[in-house]
């Protein structure tokens, strides 16, 4: 079983459309927990961490639940401009190191 | 500040031959990573050096990849002979503390025909 499994989609939802992704992780010691934005032939941007408090930042709210070890990610009012690649990623060991999933693919259709 | 910086943008090269890329990580990150992201795949550790020793190299393939970070700065990671399998982007990232500070370079696209 991989450590960082998420639905690699394709989500295709119109704009203005609320989208949400989850992610699932193995290790119950993982101790940090990201999503990432990767446009096509582009290298991985942090989008936003993920506390168990959950957090929001604009249009996109990331949640952690540690006992049923999942993270998820909503976008709401999708924009043309979010269609990407959004990673999952989780630090499980003391040396800092992104453990990441296969990726989740969003098209946001006009 | 200056980003990650890797070179070179695009590789092309037959099986069995070797290659060799080379990162220069963002000025005073002590620690420097090297993922390869197959198509439609997410990336996958290499290597994780900090300063110039080596933390975690348990996914590298060590009959055919090496990587060394001489001095604590630059860092280069060599395959040898490459296999087709071996095609992929490397992406090079370096961090100074941790998950909270990765930036990625924009990698290194190697095919392997």
């Known amino acids: 079983r991989k450590e960082v499994e998420q639905d690699p989609g394709p989500f295709n939802v119109p704009e203005g459309a609320t989208v949400a992704f989850n992610c699932t992780y193995s290790?119950?010691?993982?101790?940090?927990f990201f999503w990432y934005r990767q446009d096509c032939r582009k290298e991985p941007k942090l989008l936003m961490s993920?506390?168990?408090s959950g957090n929001e930042d604009g249009r996109f709210t990331a949640q952690l639940n540690r006992a049923s070890q999942y993270i998820s990610l909503l976008i709401r009012d999708s924009k043309l401009s979010d269609s990407a690649t959004y990673l999952c990623?989780?630090?499980?060991?003391?040396?800092?190191?992104?453990?990441f999933g296969k990726g989740t693919s969003l098209l946001v259709t006009p | 500040e200056a980003g990650v910086a890797q070179s070179p943008r695009y590789k092309i090269i037959e099986k069995r031959q070797s290659v060799a890329f080379w990162c220069n990580p963002i000025?005073?990150?002590?620690?420097l990573y090297w993922y390869q992201q197959i198509l439609g795949q997410g990336p996958k550790l290499l290597i994780q050096?900090?300063?110039?020793?080596?933390?975690?190299d348990s996914q590298l393939p060590k009959d055919r990849f090496s990587a060394e970070r001489l001095k604590g700065v630059d860092s280069t990671l060599k395959i040898q002979p490459a296999k087709l399998e071996d095609s992929a982007v490397y992406l090079c990232?370096?961090?100074?503390?941790?998950?909270?500070?990765?930036?990625f370079g924009s990698g290194t696209r190697l095919t392997v025909v």
């Open positions: 990232a370096s961090s100074l503390d941790g998950g909270y500070g990765y930036t």
């Open positions: 290790n119950s010691a993982s101790q940090s």
């Open positions: 993920v506390y168990s």
């Open positions: 990623a989780v630090i499980t060991n003391s040396g800092y190191a992104l453990n």
């Open positions: 000025s005073g990150h002590a620690t």
């Open positions: 050096f900090q300063n110039n020793g080596v933390v975690d």
